[in-house]
């Protein structure tokens, strides 16, 4: 058999190979803020980067969304593989996580205007399987929801 595809899951410092046939688990070291934020600040300079800025901040504001802020928090962990320059993890993450924050806009900003009406005190536990949209959501304003949990 071959494998029709891979993914790359991180959880807990160590990342995961999805494909068809199996799971490969390799440690990767991850790069601090410090680090991130340097090569990020190379990124964003780059003519194709700005295109797919300028895309997500239109598919933001188109939802209702506040500005966000191009900083490592935004990017999440950047995990370096063999071999793999640390400027150019950077690059994919960003284009990466850019085509996913555009991609969930419209019920990011949903439920960002769901919440913002209720106005919680504290954030509300979500139980279950989330959607795409609410994982960037919960990430973005942990102020409104947190997910996880079997019981409450």
Not at 129 to 137: E, G, H, N, T
């Given at each position: 058999?071959?494998?029709?595809?891979?993914?790359?899951?991180?959880?807990?410092?160590?990342?995961?190979?999805?494909?068809?046939?199996?799971?490969?688990?390799?440690?990767?070291?991850?790069?601090?803020?410090?680090?991130?934020?340097?090569?990020?600040?190379?990124?964003?300079?780059?003519?194709?980067?700005?295109?797919?800025?300028?895309?997500?901040?239109?598919?933001?504001?188109?939802?209702?969304?506040?500005?966000?802020?191009?900083?490592?928090?935004?990017?999440?962990?950047?995990?370096?593989?063999?071999?793999?320059?640390?400027?150019?993890?950077?690059?994919?993450?960003l284009r990466d996580r850019?085509?996913?924050?555009?991609?969930?806009?419209?019920?990011?900003?949903?439920?960002?205007?769901?919440?913002?009406?209720?106005?919680?005190?504290?954030p509300e536990p979500?139980?279950?399987?989330?959607?795409?949209?609410?994982?960037?959501?919960?990430?973005?304003?942990?102020?409104?929801?947190?997910?996880?949990?079997?019981?409450?």
């Open positions: 058999l071959k494998s029709i595809g891979r993914a790359r899951v991180s959880f807990r410092g160590l990342s995961f190979y999805a494909c068809a046939r199996r799971v490969h688990a390799r440690a990767m070291p991850e790069l601090d803020d410090d680090a991130v934020a340097a090569h990020l600040a190379k990124a964003l300079t780059r003519p194709d980067v700005q295109s797919t800025i300028k895309a997500f901040e239109a598919a933001w504001a188109a939802a209702g969304l506040p500005p966000a802020e191009m900083d490592a928090k935004l990017l999440g962990g950047v995990f370096v593989r063999d071999g793999e320059d640390a400027e150019e993890a950077v690059l994919d993450q850019l085509q996913e924050l555009t991609s969930t806009a419209p019920q990011v900003g949903e439920l960002f205007r769901e919440y913002q009406a209720k106005a919680p005190t504290k979500i139980m279950g399987r989330p959607s795409s949209a609410l994982i960037v959501f919960a990430r973005l304003f942990p102020q409104y929801v947190s997910l996880g949990g079997c019981c409450r």
